[in-house]
T-cell receptor
């Protein structure tokens, strides 16, 4: 079992739909990152969370430390949101433990 | 201004060659990383340096050697390249401390033929 599990692995939705990607982890962490990898391969950091909730534009990230769970939400999804979304947790020794990613496709 | 820059972006080379990938960050971060993205798009940490000191060295072949001439640079040298080394390699940096955000380079696609 991976230390960081993401679901779903693949998600296809229509433009405008509300999107939720989940991340569960089994290790102690100091922070959790949500990242976006575009089809061209570049990685962009979306959020870094250690508690609560953060919002940036149409993106919302939440984390529940007690339940060891985080969610990434996208409101009013758009085809340009199509990418791989990666959850990564940071351990106390600087290591980032990655989830396998969720491939999101938003159809027009 | 590019925060974390990797060069080259693409690298095609023959088996047995020695090659280097350079990484530079202008963010003043203390910690830098090298990751390898495998065919399933899963990112695996290879090395991590904090203030020029190696702090994480995952199980990678000895043919891979990181070099950190200063805090802003972490270069990856690969000797005797093999077909299985073909992958995308990402460099990243973050400030020292637990609750810090990581910033990534654009990746270097290495193809060994």
């Amino acid at each position: 079992k991976n230390e960081v599990e993401q679901s779903p692995q693949n998600l296809t939705a229509q433009e405008g739909e509300f999107i939720t990607i989940n991340c569960s982890y089994s290790v102690g962490i100091s922070a959790l990152h949500w990242l976006q990898q575009h089809p061209g391969g570049g990685i962009v950091s979306l959020f870094m969370l250690s508690s609560g909730k953060k919002k940036h534009g149409r993106l919302i990230a939440t984390i529940n430390i007690q339940e060891k769970h985080s969610s990434l939400h996208i409101t009013a999804s758009h085809p340009r949101d199509s990418a791989v979304y990666i959850c990564a947790v940071r351990s106390s020794n600087y290591q980032l433990i990655w989830g396998a990613g969720t491939k999101l496709i938003i159809k027009p | 201004d590019t925060a974390v820059s990797q060069t080259p972006k693409y690298l095609v080379t023959q088996m047995g060659n020695d090659k280097s990938i350079k990484c530079e960050q202008n963010l003043g971060h203390d910690t830098m990383y090298w990751y390898k993205q495998d065919s399933k798009k899963f990112l695996k940490i290879m090395f991590s340096y904090n203030n020029k000191e190696l702090i994480i060295n995952e199980t990678v072949p000895n043919r891979f050697s990181p070099k950190s001439p200063d805090k802003a640079h972490l270069n990856l040298h690969i000797n005797s390249l093999e077909l299985g080394d073909s992958a995308v390699y990402f460099c990243a940096s973050s400030p020292q401390g637990k609750n810090t955000e990581a910033f990534f380079g654009q990746g270097t696609r290495l193809t060994v033929v």
